[in-house]
């Protein structure tokens, strides 16, 4: 199977999922009930009235791992072609990606005596 | 046998035959790829459903088993029909949407959370010539596409204007992300051994031997499987839906139909989770016993499927069992704990590549990795544990030995 | 060597023989009903399913306790004598003040020792049996029916009338075999001290009209040495006085005669207290030089 057809088939299951996830709600939009009214309507949160917004600031603690993630998850793309062509490159290539590698455990270290991949 | 090998090939023949003989088969021939798309897309889009409704069934009774209970047995014979039963109550249910949400981003949430859980089938091996597209780069496809999953969750409770939903949908997003480097990181020692990015390829590469096997594919697997059950909120690590403190989580504000897709992308992902577990560990669809007997016992999709709904089972196992990590506790143990050993695992993986084929490299092998796996965690969690108990030691009692007088 | 980790595995086969050991429990139990005590939570599947199978909770558990119910006694005549006095001392206790009575009058609109309606809102009970424990007349007992399911309307199925609460002495006492025996014990003894009781007042009544004779006729003497004073003293208060100040003096012996009596038996209780309570101070003492 070609690249360009294997995408353009994913690209077809897509609009087919797409269809498939919609077609549950449309298809209960004819059967379920409508008894709307304020107190259904109501945030139910835990069953109290909702007493702040939510909509407002968040802890920086998500950010530190947001920002721990895209680092790592950057390493993993470049350790990914490596890893597919490690038979082929010989020891070498090893020794370098122990090196890279060997540079990314100092990130963690890092990060982790710094606390940033502490929960607070 | 070969014909039951051969069984939804041999369907999707059938099912092509008609329109092969009402085309003019000039037109056939130019969308003969096109329709056998669509019927392999029809097959899973059939499937997903019903693997979920199995999967609900088989969560509640498996888990009441393990609590001395029945589960449920009331609706048809050993409660099979259950499932449907459920399906019909969620189909026939008032959708609420609150006054206060964001209608927009309410009501896609759950379909942006389903779309990727069914679009991950693509790439699944079901059987020998049992897969949708052979992507090239499946494992990149598969990363990349279960973490949209974060974003619907993030759509979810930040949309459903809800403290509960937000916190939950905040801490789903950092544990899914966290828990997505070891994920990465447990694949590596994987594509190094097969040489290619595609799940065929990487099922092809383990006729020799199921990775699992190997120091490097037993503890690929392991962080594989854990940070696989943390990125879909399997028990452990269901922060996200802690019922205990954070009410229903992301989904709080839900009802009817669009819950019941959340739920249905929660099984879907937990069942795709051991389907590529099997994939990249336990050879896929291939029989242990061919290279044996010479011949197969039972068709490839159905070893597969076996396969498959073991570790389906050790997820419901962990449910029955372990309690819910504090979220501290999870985003340590995805951090402090599996990635070190994730990366630990790529010298094991070249170690085992450069030691001469045969026993002596399944002795040496196993027992340098082994120790190194082994000395890793008790390093590792040792130092977790006394830094987290250590402060909490008790003081040992002292012992009373001598009566104490009522009255003075 | 401590291996971290290794108890969550010993937590996984745990559960798992467990869920092993249901499927061969009832592998076993094939065919067997059920239908007897729980089972032990060592072996197998512990529900009972409960609309088919019931477990006999009551045979089990007497003091088991699902609403009140009031009691009548079966009269020959056919007529159900209704304990209930309504006193009232139930509805002042229950704690959601779900018990409302309402009293019998007579023609008179004189009140009479029966309710006329008794209603209970089964849906506020919360089956705490204090109305049973406070009854004095033994009138309100604690039920053990629990399936209460019902798809009528909630509003008023569950507010029970007295028609719907009142049951046969009969069925209290096969319910409640042993509290049952024990409240009949106390009401025989009751009442023989009760007919003691009465035979002692008609004694002392007997005792009483010798002294009235007696004092009528000393007053009949008093009358013939001070024939002014019966002016002003009506002989019959005389006498009943007299009576009155026999009985009190009567009384009084008795009373104190009891006195007696008590104050022997406390002592000698008292005496065994402050023997058992030495006995208990001075063993810790022992013990503290041994
Ligand atoms: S049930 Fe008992 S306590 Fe209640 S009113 Fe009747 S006699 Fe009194
Ligand atoms: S059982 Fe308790 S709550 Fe119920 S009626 Fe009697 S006193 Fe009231």
């Keep these: 199977m070609s690249q360009e057809l294997a995408w353009g088939s994913l690209g077809i299951l897509m609009i087919f999922a797409t269809i498939f996830a919609t077609l549950p709600i449309a298809g209960a939009f004819f059967f379920r009930p409508r008894k709307a009214h304020d107190g259904k309507e109501s945030t139910y949160e835990c069953g109290l009235h909702p007493k702040k917004d939510t909509w407002n600031q968040i802890n920086i603690q998500y950010y530190l791992f947001a920002l721990a993630f895209l680092i790592f998850s950057i390493e993993i793309l470049y350790v990914y072609p490596w890893a597919i062509n490690f038979q082929k490159l010989g020891p070498i290539a090893l020794l370098e990606m122990f090196i890279f590698l060997g540079v990314l455990i100092v990130g963690l270290a890092y990060a982790w005596r710094k606390g940033g991949l502490e929960w607070k | ?408 | ?290």
């Design chain 2, 1 to 408: 046998m070969e014909m039951i090998e051969q069984l939804f090939v041999m369907l999707k023949q059938a099912a092509l035959a008609l329109p092969q003989a009402l085309l003019p088969a000039e037109l056939y021939a130019r969308y003969e790829g096109m329709l056998s798309l669509v019927i392999g897309i029809s097959a899973i889009l059939v499937f997903a459903p019903a693997t979920m409704l199995f999967l609900t069934w088989m969560e509640r009774k498996v888990v009441a088993r393990m609590q001395k209970r029945y589960g449920p047995n009331r609706v048809g014979k050993f409660g099979a029909l259950q499932p449907f039963a459920d399906g019909i109550k969620m189909f026939m249910k008032e959708d609420i949407i609150p006054k206060a949400v964001d209608p927009l981003l309410h009501s896609l949430a759950p379909m942006v959370i389903l779309i990727p859980a069914v679009m991950i089938f693509a790439v699944m091996p079901f059987g020998k010539d049992m897969i949708l597209v052979d992507l090239n780069i499946a494992i990149l496809f598969i990363m990349s596409i279960s973490s949209i999953e974060t974003i619907a969750i993030l759509m979810a409770g930040w949309s459903s204007r809800n403290a509960y939903s937000l916190i939950s949908s905040l801490r789903a997003a950092a544990q899914v992300i966290s828990y997505e480097i070891p994920l990465g990181f447990s694949m590596v020692a994987v594509l190094m051994m097969a040489g290619s990015m595609s799940t065929l390829d990487i099922v092809l590469a383990q006729q020799g031997g199921w990775f699992v096997l190997t120091p490097w594919g037993f503890l690929g697997f392991l962080i594989f499987f854990l940070s696989g059950a943390a990125e879909v909120n399997r028990t452990p690590f269901d922060v996200p839906e802690a019922e205990s403190e954070l009410v229903a989580g992301f989904h709080t504000e839900y009802s009817g139909m669009k819950f019941g897709l959340f739920y249905m992308a929660e099984f879907l992902g937990a069942f795709a989770i051991a389907a590529f577990s099997i994939t990249f560990f336990f050879g896929g669809w291939l029989d242990p016993f061919e290279p044996l007997l010479g011949f197969a016992i039972l068709p490839s999709w159905l070893w597969f499927m076996l396969k498959t709904y073991v570790l389906v089972f050790v997820f419901f196992w962990f449910r029955g069992t372990l309690p819910r990590l504090r979220v501290d506790l999870l985003l340590n143990f995805a951090w402090k704990y599996l990635l070190p050993m994730a990366l630990l695992n790529i010298p094991i993986a070249a170690l085992w590549f450069y030691l001469p084929a045969g026993p002596i490299r399944w002795v040496a092998g196993w027992a340098i990795g082994g120790s190194l796996i082994f000395g890793m965690h008790q390093l590792l969690t040792y130092h977790r544990v006394k830094k987290l108990y250590g402060r909490y030691e008790r003081p040992s009692r002292p012992v009373v030995t001598e009566s104490v007088p009522l009255k003075s």
């Design chain 3, 1 to 290: 060597m401590k291996v971290y980790g290794s108890s969550v595995l010993k937590g996984l086969l745990y559960t798992l023989k467990t869920f092993v050991s249901t499927y061969v429990e009832d592998f076993r139990r094939k065919g067997a009903s059920s239908n007897g005590l729980l089972r032990s939570h060592a072996d197998g599947v512990v529900t009972v399913e409960y609309p088919e199978k019931l477990l006999p909770i009551g045979a089990t558990y007497e003091r088991f306790r699902v609403l009140p119910m009031l009691i009548y006694d079966q009269q020959e005549s056919g007529e159900k004598d209704i304990r209930c006095t309504s006193c009232g001392i139930c509805a002042k206790v229950c704690p959601p003040q779900c018990i409302w009575i309402v009293q019998e009058t007579d023609e008179n609109k004189k009140p009479v020792p029966k309710p006329e309606a008794f209603y209970i809102d089964t849906s506020v009970c919360m089956n705490c049996g204090l109305c049973s424990e406070f009854c004095p007349f033994d009138a309100i007992k604690m039920d053990h029916k629990f399936d209460l399911n019902t798809t009528s309307n909630r509003q008023e199925s569950y507010l029970y009338d007295m028609e719907r609460l009142l049951v046969p002495a009969e069925y209290y006492a096969e319910l409640h075999p042993k509290a049952n025996a024990a409240e009949e014990e106390a009401r025989r003894l009751e009442a023989e001290a009760k007919a003691k009781k009465e035979a002692a007042k008609k004694e002392a009544a007997a005792k009483k009209a010798v002294e009235a004779k007696a004092a009528k006729a000393a007053a009949s003497a008093a009358e013939a040495d001070a024939p002014k004073a019966a002016k002003a003293d009506d002989p019959e208060r005389a006498a009943r006085i007299a009576a009155a100040k026999a009985k009190a003096a009567e009384a009084k012996a008795k009373r104190e005669a009891a006195k007696a009596a008590d104050g022997a038996e406390t002592a000698d209780a008292a005496a065994e207290v402050s023997e058992t309570s030495s006995e208990n101070e001075s063993s810790p003492k022992a013990s503290d030089e041994a």
